[in-house]
């Protein structure tokens, strides 16, 4: 082609006609620099789709995580239905043992959910990767991208649920060193020491043991508001997520 437009032009100039050969190179400028934007454009093309390949795959992972807190939150709150009804047998228990009828071993078999505790903690891998490998600017839909920040920025660990576990804490000590009889000393070790037995335990009627259950019964609630309030963040974002999803 190079040879074939050498030619074109050699002759021109021979034939003296420097104004076509004028009009004919500026003709060749042209074309090379629309070949030049061309090619910027597919190249810039390629990068925009790639681009897009890498946030859809993101959304999509971002999007099972989004679930799994969905499942992880409703997991929470049975737990914390399940402990509350915990509480409220156990101040059925001590009701009936002021009228005379107290079996400990039957409020020590109550202690395993009443010690626990669960709290929520979003599954957060594929943000973190997103934030690894890419930059948030991968996401192009900026109220997606300001509500994705805000939900993983927040700090879960603090407040409230730091209560639950300070709480769960605080009744678990102070139970344990009241549930500590002759015979269960007995159980433990095969040694009999000269501490109180289970009959003469008065716990039902204990005022720092009502204290703690009825604070842990009311961090329960909080704490179930708090869940539900999230709950509802979580489905407004996945409905959001799944928008933008659906357009690429």
Do not use: C
Request: hydrophobic share 40%; no cysteine.
């Amino acid at each position: 082609m190079i040879p074939f437009f050498k030619r074109i032009r050699k002759k021109m100039a021979d034939d003296n006609r420097p104004l076509k050969y004028m009009r004919y190179a500026v003709g060749e400028i042209v074309l090379v620099v629309i070949g030049i934007l061309i090619a910027i454009q597919i190249n810039t093309w390629n990068e925009e789709r790639l681009k897009g390949k890498k946030e859809f795959v993101y959304l999509k992972e971002i999007h099972k995580n989004l679930v799994q807190d969905t499942m992880r939150i409703n997991q929470v709150l049975a737990f914390n239905n399940s402990k509350s009804n915990a509480i409220d047998e156990t101040f059925k228990l001590f009701e009936t043992a002021s009228k005379g009828n107290f079996n400990l071993p039957d409020f020590a078999g109550r202690m395993n959910p009443l010690s626990q505790f669960n709290i929520f903690v979003p599954v957060r891998i594929a943000f973190n990767n997103l934030l690894d490998v890419e930059k948030i600017d991968l996401i192009s839909n900026l109220e997606l991208r300001k509500k994705l920040s805000e939900y993983y920025n927040e700090d879960y660990e603090t407040g409230t649920q730091e209560v639950v576990k300070l709480r769960t804490r605080a009744f678990t000590e102070y139970a344990g060193r009241q549930l500590t009889t002759q015979e269960y000393v007995k159980l433990r070790t095969n040694a009999t020491v000269q501490i109180k037995t289970n009959g003469m335990s008065e716990i039902y009627k204990d005022e720092n043991m009502i204290y703690h259950l009825i604070n842990m019964k009311i961090t329960i609630n909080y704490h179930n508001g708090e869940l539900q309030y999230l709950k509802e963040q979580v489905k407004n974002l996945l409905s959001l997520l799944e928008s933008v999803i659906d357009q690429n």
